[in-house]
């Protein structure tokens, strides 16, 4: 069983710049959740999708946005970066279904470092 | 609203001591998932147990075991004569029920063990 990758591992950027973050999800899963991660600091949730469409978000701005593909890949863009964009950004999948994408417990990647100078 | 609140920063003990992060939550909701995540230096969040409202029942794994208490909205977490490879930073998190499932997640507790 593949579990959840990432790419880039590392990534460093100036601000104003734009940004695509990659992640493949675990066989089997459907669902893909976005997390950033700053320094000291526990995860916060971006989106989550589910079968190709946003099906959640939380307090992150337009500029954030993201797919996913027929095979349940994602991706994450962020536009006009910012130096407080600077996190460990998180892809987790999941299985889930047409009632709930909750069910199931989220299976994380190693994450790509972002740095914004 | 909902949040998660891990008051220890930072834990150090020798190993085959015994050790429990602490967890409190709160929710408005009746109905809800709590989770336990470890987090090794690689950056991984691995996923250690899930439990919802419903079940007050502890769990025990191996040298893992749950403590959940919904009159005292907690959700402790000990680890049994520690070793040096339990070494990570272990986040509590809460989902309340939504269309989908979103982790707010403690801003965590650092434990290091060393020989």
């Known amino acids: 069983e593949t579990g959840v990758t990432q790419s880039p591992t590392h990534l460093i950027k100036t601000r104003g710049q734009q940004v695509t973050l990659r992640c493949s999800s675990q066989?089997?899963?459907?669902?893909v959740s976005w997390y950033q991660q700053a320094l000291g600091q526990g995860p916060q949730f971006i989106f989550q999708y589910y079968r190709e469409e946003e099906n959640g978000r939380g307090n992150f701005p337009p500029r954030f946005s993201g797919l996913q593909f027929p095979n349940y890949s994602s991706e994450l863009n962020v536009n006009a970066l910012e130096l407080d964009d600077s996190a460990l950004y998180l892809c987790a999948s999941s299985h889930g279904t047409a009632i709930a994408t909750y069910n199931s417990p989220l299976h994380f990647g190693n994450g790509t470092r972002l740095t914004v100078t | 609203a909902q949040k998660v609140t891990q008051a220890q920063t930072e834990i150090s003990v020798v190993e085959k001591e015994d050790v429990t992060l602490d967890c409190v939550y709160e929710t408005r909701d009746t109905t809800y998932y709590l989770f336990w995540y470890k987090q090794p230096p690689s950056g991984e969040l691995v996923f250690l147990i899930r439990?919802?409202?419903?079940?007050?029942q502890n769990e025990i794994s191996g040298r893992y075991s749950w403590n959940f208490q919904k009159s005292t909205s907690s959700f402790n977490f000990t680890i049994t004569a520690s070793q040096v490879v339990d070494s990570a930073v272990y986040f509590c998190a809460l989902s309340e029920y939504t269309g989908f499932q979103k982790l707010v997640f403690g801003t965590g507790t650092r434990l290091l063990v060393s020989p």
């Open positions: 066989s089997g899963h459907n669902t």
């Open positions: 439990r919802n409202s419903f079940d007050e």
